[in-house]
Every structure is written in structure tokens, then in C-alpha cells.
């Protein structure tokens, strides 16, 4: 029952969703599952407000940050982790607070979205023994990557695969690059190894498969990227 409908709100369906806002946040002890409204100043030091959408009240209540729930975790001596709607296992505290803890704060901007759909699907798929993990997991890497191309003004239009937004990022311009030369080398290593080979079909060779170590180095490297990336981009902009 989507709540949008050809740009606008499908009025059977807000009620819907209204209906279900008004009874899950009575459920709970709540007034409302996320605010309803907005208000700021903008530049000009005028008041600016109005009322959200009942769907990004829902959504914005989903995707609501627990650290508590996730320090509740810990002082249980719990192995898993909230992010971005997910309950997860995680088994490695440095990684945790290293890599993947600094990953979800910095994927948690809209745009950065289809990098955090990606992942999320990649790490289900390794904790439920689902197929080809590290396949996810490089997608949300190339997102990014084309991201930044895209907002750097790089992005030429002709580009065939990840490869080449990689020779964007690394091109020189004004005698300095985004990546570095050794740089470009170890990501085009990792889409040749990793996401290749489970992004074609075999053929007759045997079906690609990673260990579980290997699935989770993967996972983190992956991350470890994405984490740099949109970090030098931020602090490039």
C-alpha cells in the first residue's frame, strides 16, 4: 500500500498509514512514533515549519538510532549490533568499534542510501548463509565510488563499469589525486577478485564461494573503503 502515488499522496493509503502510526504509538506509550513536525530559521532569520508526511514518520521511527540498545548489548556480553533498522551478530569488538560502528555513521546521510541497503544485505546474507555475500558488499563499494565521481563532476558519462569511475578518482588534476595510483591498484584487485566473479554466471567451472573468513574480510574491506572515501570527500568539499 504504497503512500505516494504519481507524486502525490494516495488518500486511501495515507489513512492506512495514518491509522497504523496512530495505534503502533499508542501501543508503545507514545504521542507519536517520530516528531509529525518541523520548524527552523532559515538564513534569512525567517520561521520556517510545517508537518511531515505520515510514511517518514514511520520511516524516520524504523531507522531511528539505539546506542543505548547497542551498550545494553555489550554490558550483556551480547554479540550483536543495531544499525539502520538491523539486528546483526558481530563477533570482533575492535572491528566493531574500528570499521563498522564508523561505517554506519558515515552511510547515514540519504544520499549515501543504496550504499547502506547493500551492506546491510551483505551481512545478513553472511550471518544467514545466504548467497554471495561479498557480492553486496562490493556493490555498495562501486556506489560509492560513483557517487563521489558523480558529485565531483568526474563522471564523463561513458564510463562501462567500476574500473573506470576508479581512473576518475584517480585521475591528476592541478597536480593532485583523490586516490592514489597504489590505491586505484588494490580497488581494481578487489572488484576483479571479489566482485567479479560472482557477478558472471561460471559457466562450467565450478560456482565461486568464499570461506567465511574470507566472506568477512571481504565485508570489512569493503567498509574499511567506504569509510575513506566519503570521509576525503567530505573534507575535499
Not at 527552523?40 to 540498545?69: H, M, R
Not at 551481512?123 to 554471495?132: F, V
Request: with cysteine; net charge negative; proline share 4%.
Amino acid at each position: 500500500m504504497p503512500y505516494w502515488r504519481d507524486g502525490k499522496a494516495h488518500e486511501s493509503n495515507k489513512k492506512l498509514w495514518e491509522n497504523v502510526e496512530s495505534r503502533l504509538s499508542m501501543e508503545l506509550g507514545l504521542q507519536e512514533l517520530s516528531p509529525r513536525t518541523y520548524g527552523y530559521y532559515n538564513p534569512q532569520n525567517v520561521w520556517i515549519s510545517g508537518t511531515w508526511p505520515t510514511d517518514k514518520v514511520c520511516k524516520d521511527w524504523v531507522l531511528a538510532e539505539f546506542n543505548e540498545l547497542n551498550e545494553r548489548f555489550r554490558r550483556a556480553g551480547v554479540p550483536l549490533n543495531y544499525h539502520n533498522g538491523f539486528i546483526q551478530f558481530t563477533s570482533d569488538k575492535v572491528v566493531e568499534d574500528e570499521i563498522v560502528q564508523p561505517f554506519w555513521e558515515v552511510v547515514s546521510d540519504k544520499k549515501w542510501e543504496n550504499v547502506s541497503i547493500d551492506m546491510a544485505e551483505a551481512i545478513d546474507r553472511r550471518d544467514t548463509g545466504g548467497r554471495d555475500p561479498a557480492f553486496y558488499a562490493a556493490k555498495a563499494l562501486e556506489s560509492v565510488i560513483k557517487i563521489v565521481s558523480d558529485d565531483k563532476g568526474w563522471t564523463r558519462g561513458t564510463e562501462k563499469g567500476a574500473a573506470n569511475y576508479i581512473d576518475n578518482l584517480v585521475a591528476e588534476r592541478n597536480g593532485s589525486r583523490f586516490i592514489g595510483v597504489w590505491e586505484k591498484d588494490l580497488l581494481i584487485a578487489f572488484f576483479s577478485k571479489v566482485r567479479n566473479q560472482f557477478g558472471h554466471g561460471p559457466g562450467a567451472e565450478p560456482m565461486p564461494n568464499l570461506s567465511e573468513e574470507q566472506t568477512s574480510w571481504a565485508i570489512e574491506c569493503a567498509m574499511s573503503w567506504c569509510k575513506s572515501l566519503i570521509e576525503r570527500h567530505r573534507h575535499a568539499a
